[in-house]
Protein backbone atom coordinates (compact mmCIF):
# COMPACT_ATOMS: atom_id res chain seq x y z
CA UNK A 1 0.00 0.00 0.00
CA UNK A 2 1.33 3.56 -0.52
CA UNK A 3 0.78 6.65 1.45
CA UNK A 4 0.23 10.21 -1.01
CA UNK A 5 0.41 13.32 0.67
CA UNK A 6 0.01 16.56 -1.46
CA UNK A 7 1.66 19.87 -1.38
CA UNK A 8 2.15 23.23 -3.19
CA UNK A 9 -1.68 24.35 -3.25
CA UNK A 10 -2.69 28.18 -2.64
CA UNK A 11 -3.56 31.23 -4.21
CA UNK A 12 -2.47 32.51 -7.62
CA UNK A 13 -3.71 35.46 -9.73
CA UNK A 14 -5.18 34.31 -12.90
CA UNK A 15 -2.09 33.64 -15.64
CA UNK A 16 -0.06 32.54 -13.04
CA UNK A 17 1.98 29.50 -12.39
CA UNK A 18 2.23 26.57 -9.15
CA UNK A 19 3.62 23.37 -8.80
CA UNK A 20 2.22 20.81 -7.30
CA UNK A 21 4.07 18.37 -5.29
CA UNK A 22 2.86 14.65 -4.23
CA UNK A 23 5.09 12.94 -1.95
CA UNK A 24 4.69 8.66 -1.59
CA UNK A 25 5.67 6.07 0.92
CA UNK A 26 5.20 2.78 1.64
CA UNK A 27 5.66 0.47 -1.41
CA UNK A 28 8.39 0.73 -3.91
CA UNK A 29 7.37 4.23 -5.92
CA UNK A 30 7.87 2.22 -9.51
CA UNK A 31 5.38 -0.31 -8.57
CA UNK A 32 2.68 2.83 -9.47
CA UNK A 33 1.70 4.76 -11.92
CA UNK A 34 0.43 8.37 -11.12
CA UNK A 35 -2.32 10.53 -11.38
CA UNK A 36 -3.72 14.05 -10.49
CA UNK A 37 -7.20 14.60 -10.81
CA UNK A 38 -9.27 17.56 -8.95
CA UNK A 39 -12.67 18.61 -7.70
CA UNK A 40 -14.26 22.21 -7.90
CA UNK A 41 -17.11 23.39 -5.54
CA UNK A 42 -19.92 21.45 -6.47
CA UNK A 43 -18.80 19.39 -9.37
CA UNK A 44 -17.49 15.86 -9.74
CA UNK A 45 -13.92 14.69 -9.49
CA UNK A 46 -12.40 15.01 -12.63
CA UNK A 47 -9.16 14.03 -14.27
CA UNK A 48 -6.47 16.65 -15.20
CA UNK A 49 -3.02 14.66 -15.95
CA UNK A 50 -1.42 10.73 -15.23
CA UNK A 51 2.21 9.73 -15.70
CA UNK A 52 3.36 5.77 -16.36
CA UNK A 53 5.31 4.06 -13.95
CA UNK A 54 8.69 4.53 -16.00
CA UNK A 55 8.03 8.50 -16.90
CA UNK A 56 7.79 7.45 -20.69
CA UNK A 57 4.05 7.80 -21.01
CA UNK A 58 1.75 10.66 -20.23
CA UNK A 59 -1.69 11.93 -20.49
CA UNK A 60 -3.85 15.19 -19.87
CA UNK A 61 -7.36 16.42 -20.14
CA UNK A 62 -7.87 18.44 -22.87
CA UNK A 63 -8.58 21.55 -20.70
CA UNK A 64 -4.78 21.25 -19.32
CA UNK A 65 -3.25 19.99 -22.21
CA UNK A 66 -0.58 22.64 -22.75
CA UNK A 67 -0.71 24.11 -19.92
CA UNK A 68 -0.08 21.88 -17.30
CA UNK A 69 2.92 19.33 -17.33
CA UNK A 70 3.28 15.99 -15.02
CA UNK A 71 6.06 14.94 -14.16
CA UNK A 72 8.45 12.34 -11.65
CA UNK A 73 11.05 11.71 -9.53
CA UNK A 74 11.25 7.90 -8.86
CA UNK A 75 14.56 8.65 -6.58
CA UNK A 76 12.72 10.80 -4.83
CA UNK A 77 9.18 9.45 -4.56
CA UNK A 78 7.48 12.20 -5.97
CA UNK A 79 5.38 13.01 -8.98
CA UNK A 80 4.96 16.92 -10.00
CA UNK A 81 2.23 19.01 -11.83
CA UNK A 82 3.07 22.28 -13.60
CA UNK A 83 0.72 23.98 -13.85
CA UNK A 84 0.90 27.21 -15.73
CA UNK A 85 -1.14 29.85 -17.02
CA UNK A 86 -4.07 29.38 -14.71
CA UNK A 87 -7.44 30.09 -15.27
CA UNK A 88 -10.25 30.81 -13.03
CA UNK A 89 -11.80 27.88 -13.61
CA UNK A 90 -8.73 25.53 -12.56
CA UNK A 91 -10.17 26.40 -8.94
CA UNK A 92 -10.28 23.38 -7.24
CA UNK A 93 -8.76 20.48 -4.63
CA UNK A 94 -6.47 18.71 -6.38
CA UNK A 95 -5.62 15.36 -5.19
CA UNK A 96 -2.95 12.82 -6.38
CA UNK A 97 -3.59 9.07 -6.66
CA UNK A 98 -1.90 5.83 -7.51
CA UNK A 99 -2.81 2.46 -9.37
CA UNK A 100 -0.29 -0.63 -9.40
CA UNK A 101 1.36 -0.22 -13.03
CA UNK A 102 -0.34 -1.85 -15.82
CA UNK A 103 1.38 -3.88 -18.43
CA UNK A 104 0.64 -1.48 -21.70
CA UNK A 105 2.67 1.16 -19.61
CA UNK A 106 0.44 3.75 -21.34
CA UNK A 107 -0.79 6.02 -18.40
CA UNK A 108 -4.76 6.51 -18.48
CA UNK A 109 -7.23 8.41 -16.01
CA UNK A 110 -9.24 5.18 -14.80
CA UNK A 111 -8.30 2.29 -11.54
CA UNK A 112 -6.78 4.80 -9.19
CA UNK A 113 -6.86 2.82 -5.95
CA UNK A 114 -4.73 5.34 -3.53
CA UNK A 115 -5.40 8.94 -3.07
CA UNK A 116 -3.78 11.55 -1.52
CA UNK A 117 -6.02 13.93 0.75
CA UNK A 118 -5.57 16.76 -1.65
CA UNK A 119 -4.50 20.51 -1.92
CA UNK A 120 -6.40 23.26 -2.58
CA UNK A 121 -5.99 25.64 -5.87
CA UNK A 122 -7.41 28.91 -6.03
CA UNK A 123 -6.90 31.01 -9.36
CA UNK A 124 -8.26 34.27 -8.58
CA UNK A 125 -9.38 37.14 -11.38
Known amino acids: QVQLVESGGGLVQAGGSRRLSCAAS????????MGWFRQAPGKEREFVAA????????SYADSVKVRFTISRDNAKNTVYLQMNSLKVEDTAVYYC??????????????????WGQGTQVTVSS
Open 97 to 114: AARYRVISGVATSYSYDY
Open 51 to 58: ISWSGSST
Open 26 to 33: GRTFTTYD
